[in-house]
């Protein structure tokens, strides 16, 4: 694909000067600017995703039963272990 892109006289001077220090050509800086940005933002979005998850199983059954729950995780994974050695003490 190709786009135009009308900048600044500041902004194309600076945009020159990074891809020379990068030794690189202006049009492979400005991808590389853009895959970063694009990246980014798929980070972020999957990041939020990951706190809204985390903080609605935090809400789900009350105290009592998630110790009842954590009692029973807890025996299920010192069963059947090939060693004597506890996960949980």
Same mark, same amino acid.
């Given at each position: 694909?190709?786009?135009? !892109?009308?900048?600044?006289?500041?902004? *194309? &001077?600076?945009?020159?000067?990074? /891809?020379?220090?990068?030794? &690189?050509? &202006? *049009?492979? @800086?400005? !991808?590389? !600017?853009v895959v970063a940005g694009?990246?980014? %933002?798929? $980070?972020?979005?999957?990041?939020?995703?990951?706190? $809204? !998850?985390?903080?609605?199983v935090r809400d789900i059954?009350? /105290? #009592?039963?998630?110790?009842?729950?954590?009692? @029973?995780?807890? $025996? /299920? &994974?010192? #069963?059947?272990?090939? %060693?004597?050695?506890?996960?949980?003490?």
């Open positions: 694909m190709t786009v135009t !892109l009308n900048l600044p006289p500041d902004m *194309e &001077v600076h945009i020159q000067a990074e /891809a020379a220090k990068q030794e &690189v050509q &202006v *049009e492979e @800086y400005l !991808l590389q !600017l694009m990246i980014g %933002s798929a $980070a972020a979005d999957q990041h939020a995703r990951s706190l $809204a !998850l985390l903080e609605s059954g009350d /105290a #009592e039963e998630q110790r009842e729950t954590f009692t @029973y995780l807890r $025996a /299920a &994974v010192d #069963e059947e272990r090939l %060693s004597d050695r506890k996960r949980f003490l």
